[in-house]
T-cell receptor
Framework: AQSVTQLGSHVSVSEGALVLLRCNYS??????LFWYVQYPNQGLQLLLK??????LVKGINGFEAEFKKSETSFHLTKPSAHMSDAAEYFC???????????FGTGTRLKVLA | DVKVTQSSRYLVKRTGEKVFLECVQD?????MFWYRQDPGLGLRLIYF???????EKGDIPEGYSVSREKKERFSLILESASTNQTSMYLC?????????????FGPGTRLTVL
């Protein structure tokens, strides 16, 4: 069965500091993995996705994530946080060989001035 | 600019009322989804539709039904609203063919059932 675990429901970083949001998954088939961001009062927007090939994936707004099969992880990073990065971030994995996603419970990122 | 729109941003209903949430996409996508978002629980799939008049139950279908009469429109129906259905409801769509196709989300409808 597929599942997604996001460690830390709330993360605070200082402006300019490294952002690290953790995501671990389980999947019985080769997974497709996604990170979405949700700004206040908005729907979700795709940041990046891993399908096959290069394990380091670059996304929008300076974010990137590395797929590590041995660790079943897909952590999201950004070298330098900006105030505009404050939002909720969701990791997701495809459910088996279907079109459905399984979402993590989300991590709310706070950026401190 | 691709778009998924939802009929209401905020909705307040009474217990026992029948509630319709509408979603329209302009991208000619085959797949459409209804999710419920609750704090600490993330997004949970209520129903999925892969074609007109075709639907599959998601993880939490109880108390909900759906309708897809046209490709661009996917409706979520609460037959008899209850207070435990107070939540944020998100609609999404994507193209069929590849499992990794991005889902595009609407802005959400925050439903309060009194």
């Amino acid at each position: 069965a597929q599942s997604v675990t996001q460690l830390g429901s709330h993360v605070s970083v200082s402006e300019g500091a490294l952002v690290l949001l953790r995501c671990n998954y389980s999947s019985s088939v080769p997974p497709y993995l996604f990170w979405y961001v949700q700004y206040p009062n908005q729907g979700l927007q795709l940041l990046l996705k891993y399908t096959t090939g290069a394990t380091l994936v670059k996304g929008i707004n300076g974010f990137e994530a590395e797929f590590k099969k041995s660790e079943t992880s897909f952590h999201l990073t950004k070298p330098s946080a900006h105030m505009s990065d404050a939002a909720e971030y969701f990791c997701a994995v495809t459910k088996g060989r279907t079109y459905k996603y399984i979402f993590g419970t989300g991590t709310r990122l706070k950026v401190l001035a | 600019d691709v778009k998924v729109t939802q009929s209401s941003r905020y909705l307040v209903k009474r217990t026992g009322e029948k509630v319709f949430l509408e979603c329209v996409q302009d991208m000619d996508h085959e797949n459409m989804f209804w999710y419920r978002q609750d704090p600490g629980l993330g997004l949970r799939l209520i129903y999925f539709s892969y074609d007109v008049k075709m639907k599959e139950k998601g993880d939490i279908p109880e108390g909900y039904s759906v309708s897809r009469e046209k490709k661009e429109r996917f409706s979520l129906i609460l037959e008899s609203a209850s207070t435990n259905q107070t939540s944020m409801y998100l609609c999404a769509s994507n193209r069929a063919g590849e499992r990794n196709n991005e889902q595009f989300f609407g802005p959400g409808t925050r439903l309060t059932v009194l």
